[in-house]
């Protein structure tokens, strides 16, 4: 069987952990390399997967010509300058989401992707989350009759951002959560946002030394009519049973469909000093191989696919830009305290 050569460009929590499993895992796939600036991580990820080559500069990486495709799986904001290096090494491209956090660098990986003829995938997983791909099918069915409105809920502990990422001061609860909700918005309605408005609050991270806002509330309203509200918190208290609360519910004229998956009550841990609500959907480990199985990883296969079958991707460069531009009208509108028009 021939294997089809993956390089994996970031190797912290996402990278190591998934991305680089993935690759690891599928059977016309190999994982090449890994590339990060902390070289340890890099090496321990390597070992876990016994990948051959290790580097700190991503460009080494790229320039291997037995590598074909590459995740980049570096933090928000830095995805544009390795991005469109990549392509033009002529390398097919799955991105973190988001692809980028300003209007500018998303365009530009576009346009060099574009001018490559390389495959870019944004890895938007819930598209693959069962409960969202039930809700899809709903509303292609008709069973809610026209969809009226749309309220998403996706939140995190303090854990996030004071204690798992280190560049959450660079970041900020709209641009690493509001990206899932509002690509499912998008995808749910096969619709696109024509005007935001929002309002955001900051301090509590501020006081711990972190400067980015709490949370954002923001209002999208979709062409076709369909409202829909994004509710993405980072100061949920760490006594919460996971890490993140995530919520949708979907009101039509014929209809409501209502998702929870982080409180789903379908397993309830309760140990002498903690409880939690174990995952079943996401990131699932088997005890047996130690192999991780799920939604999260499923996305990630997409990407195989793509790049091995020609396969379509799972999320478009251009999906992936709107999101981008919308996140960015939602900062503007918390900014300046007026509702934001979308081109």
């Known amino acids: 069987m021939t294997r089809t050569g993956f390089g994996v460009i970031g190797a912290g929590i996402v990278g190591g952990a998934l991305h680089a499993q993935v690759y690891h895992d599928q059977p016309r796939a190999e994982l ?201 918190s980072w100061i949920l208290p760490e006594s919460e049973p996971n890490v993140f609360n995530f919520k949708m519910e979907l009101l039509g004229s014929d209809g409501a469909l209502y998702i929870n998956t982080s409180d789903h009550r379908m397993v309830e841990m309760y140990s002498g000093a903690d409880h939690s609500l174990p995952d079943t959907l996401g990131l699932i480990r088997d005890a047996d191989s130690g192999r991780l199985s799920g939604f999260v990883l499923q996305a990630i296969a997409r990407f195989v696919e793509a790049v091995v079958d020609d396969a379509p991707v799972l999320a478009t460069g251009e999906e992936a830009a709107l999101v981008t531009r919308v996140l960015t009208a939602i900062e503007e509108s918390a900014r300046e305290g007026q509702p934001i028009e979308l081109d």
């Open 32 to 232: 090449i390399a890994i590339c990060d600036l902390n070289e340890e991580r890099g090496r321990e990820v390597a070992e876990r997967y016994q990948v051959q080559h290790v580097y700190t500069d991503y460009r080494a990486l790229l320039a291997r010509s037995d590598i074909a495709a590459v995740s980049i799986a570096t933090p928000d904001f830095a995805h544009r300058e390795i991005a469109v290096a990549a392509a033009q090494a002529g390398k097919h491209i799955l991105v973190e989401k988001p692809l980028a956090t300003t209007v500018e660098d998303a365009d530009a990986i576009l346009q060099a992707v574009a001018k490559a003829g390389v495959k870019l995938m944004v890895d938007f997983q819930n598209r693959v989350n069962p409960p969202f791909m039930a809700a899809r099918a709903s509303l292609q069915n008709g069973d809610l009759g026209d969809l009226k409105y749309i309220y998403a809920r996706l939140s995190n502990t303090k854990y996030v951002p004071t204690r798992m990422l280190p560049w959450a001061g660079q970041s900020s609860a709209l641009w690493f959560l509001a990206c899932h909700t509002l690509d499912l918005a998008c995808w749910l309605l096969a619709d696109k946002p024509k005007r935001v408005y929002a309002v955001s609050r900051s301090g509590v991270l501020r006081e711990l030394g972190i400067d980015t806002q709490d949370f954002h509330i923001a209002i999208v309203e979709f062409e076709r009519g369909t409202v829909v509200t994004l509710e993405n």
